[in-house]
Every structure is written in C-alpha cells, then in structure tokens.
C-alpha cells in the first residue's frame, strides 16, 4: 500500500503527535509499505526533509509561533495544486491517513475527494479543552474555526452546524471511511458526542528496538541518591508545568526533578523554582536521549487534566519499567496500575480555588511517592502494557484497519 499521512505539524517539530508518526511511518515502511508525510515546511533552525528521500512533502506555510517550530499551510487551491503535482512524484496513493485536526485535516480531506481516495483519521486532538486552556475567548475560537472548518471542506460528506468542539470534530469526520483513537476514553468520548459510530483504538506506541535497547543499557540496581523525578513535555498552559512546580515546591521532598522539553512558559517555570537544587531543565532532547532519562528516572510526573487523548508519557515509561504519578483519571484508569494517582480535587469548586486544591493533593502525592521510592515500595506497572505499546502492534493493528477500509470501498 501507499499510504499519504497528513499532519498540521512537520515531523521534526516538538510534539508526542509528531513522534507517534515518524514512528508509523517507519514500522510501515519495515512491513513493506509506502508512507508519503505531507505537513507545513519548517522555518526553525532544523533542516528536516532534505534527510528523508523524498518522503517528506514540505508544503509552503508560514510560521505561527515566535521561536519559529511551528508553521501552518493554508488549505486552499494554491496549496492544493501544490500537493497535486507533488504527488505525481510517488507512486500511486490508496489510501489517506489524516493525523492533524486543523488545517492538515482540511487539505488531507480535500485532497481525498479530489481523487476519490479512502480516509482513515486518527483524532489526536481534544480540541475543545486545549483551545480552552490557552485563551479566555475559547467560545469566539471555536466558532470561528467550525466556520473555517465548513468552508475549507464544502462539498465533504454532509454539513455539519454547531459552533464546540465537538461539532468541529465531527466535522473532519464526515470524509471519514474509519475514525481511529490512541485511547480508550476518548474513543468512547467521540462515540458518545456523534463523532463517528465506531472508534478503533489503537495506541501511539514505542520504537521496540529503542525499547530493548534503553532497558538493556540501565543498571540492574537502582543507583543511591534522592528520589529522582523526571517531567517531559510542551511548556504551555494545557500541560500544567507551572502549578506542577508549584506542587513540587510545596511537598518539600529532598528529591531530584529533571524537566524535559520547551516552550513560552520556560521563564516562568524557572522563576517558581529558582533556589531550589535538584531542579533541572535539560531542554529539548532527542527521542533516545529522552527515553533513557525516563528509564533511569524513579518516577515520571503527568500534570495535565483533561487534554491528552492519550498522554504518551506514562505508557512509556510503563514499557520501560518506571511507575508514573498521573493528574488525570482517566490516564491512570487507562494504565491500569502501577501509578500513584493524583486525588480529585472535586466537582464542588472552581476557578482558583479548584487550582489551589489540584496543586495541594498533587504536593500530598508527590510526598507519598518520595516515600514509597525511598522505602523500595514503589508499585510496579503492569506487565500487559508493556506488549500492547509497542509500535509493531501498533502498525499491525492500524494495517487491519487500512485492509478493512479497503476491502469496504
């Protein structure tokens, strides 16, 4: 099969998205397939598609954030007939796997019905809470993009109204033959809001090679020191680092914290720790290097509420053997143990008194974890994970739903 992934983001940009399609596209391509990946083309410091012979379509775009990772490609005709004679360079197309949920989405969705090709789309995006968390005018945000999103994608299937996320969502749905989750609960969640009839789950997953590789370079015993934490992931506001080192501050454990990744908060985040040692930010690190950190890291830190569809963090550190403390239940009832799970804070408050609450029993179970590694007693994740994450039954279960949309054409 070719197979024409779809993003909003390039590739070689920040996000666990980005990491879960590099990584499609090569166990795909082991199993024989072809993957073409059509995203904007990066304006930051890296130069990615000149390493990827081909497989890469970089379409022209501007850049949306100021330090430059992150671009857009606008969907319209100019840009589709850009993508149109870009293809005629790769071989016949079978199918579309759209992975984007903006502007990606739109020029996938349009390309499929130019040329009457099957669309699979995986929903990576719980686009109502994360527009939420980022600006006070979500409502405005959200109809302006459903207006955007009918007029990029008149003509795909039947129109939807509504002005939330949800009916964004469904939206991008409708040019659909299957509608793939990375979890659970949201799968469940977009079945429940009409997004798609029925959701396949089929977990982001880890490189099996790195996997072996990173457990076989870790120490048999665990080294002497403080309990050491690691927390990885985009600093911005739907993450929660803030309130997280806010927590962690609070706890008052003789630890260690080692803070993986960027992004606009990073000054803010130093600030509430500043004086504190054992606190450090490593930057961005590449894929082996991060997951060598969590594998030597007695346990990860997962703070958002809410937002992850899946959260990649936690299952892998799962597979790699180091046991989380997780914010979000729904995450935590999805890896089905080895965790400290973080209390609710309840349903009976709101606004900053929710967030004092939230950053008071995240502090409470940071203490308890502190404790329980000092002791030896950490609890263990469950084996089942560990299989189940890994990319190569990944890819063979997102192949049967390509074989299936096929067959059904």
Known sequence: MHIVFFGDQHLDSLGGAQVSMRLQREFLERAGHTVTVVAPKMHGSRTPSDTHGGAYIDLPSVPITLDREYSMSWPGRATDRFLDRALT??????????QADFWGAFIGHRYAQRHGIPVVHTMHNRVDVGIAAVTP?????????????????????NPVRGADGWAFLRGLAVGASAVTAPSTHFARRLEEHDVFPRVDVIWNGIDDDLRAQTLAARPAVRESGPPRFVWLGRMSPEKRLLP?????????????????????????????????????????????QTLERIAAADAL???????????MTPFEAATLGTP??????????????????????????SGRE?????VAALAET????????????????????????????RTAAMVEVYERVLAGR
């Open 89 to 98: 360079r790769r071989p016949p197309v079978d199918l579309v796997h759209v």
């Open 137 to 157: 005018l979500h409502r405005t945000v959200l109809g302006v993009l459903n207006a955007w999103r009918r007029g990029a994608m008149r003509g795909i299937g």
């Open 244 to 288: 997280f080192l806010e927590a962690f501050v609070a706890a008052g454990i003789d630890a260690e914290l080692e803070i993986i990744g960027g992004g606009g908060q990073r000054a803010a985040a130093e600030k509430i720790v500043r004086g504190h040692d054992g606190v450090r930010f490593a930057g961005r690190l590449t894929y082996p």
């Open 301 to 311: 830190v997962q703070t958002s509420i809410g937002f992850e569809t899946q959260g």
């Open 324 to 349: 989380s403390v997780i914010c979000d239940p729904d995450i935590a009832a999805e890896l089905g143990g080895g965790l400290w799970a973080v209390p609710d804070a309840g349903a009976t408050v």
């Open 354 to 358: 929710l967030e004092t609450r939230r």
């Open 366 to 393: 940071l203490r308890r974890a502190a404790s329980d590694i000092a002791a030896g007693t950490a609890p263990t994740p469950v084996p089942e994970v560990s299989e189940a994450f890994r990319q190569s039954s």
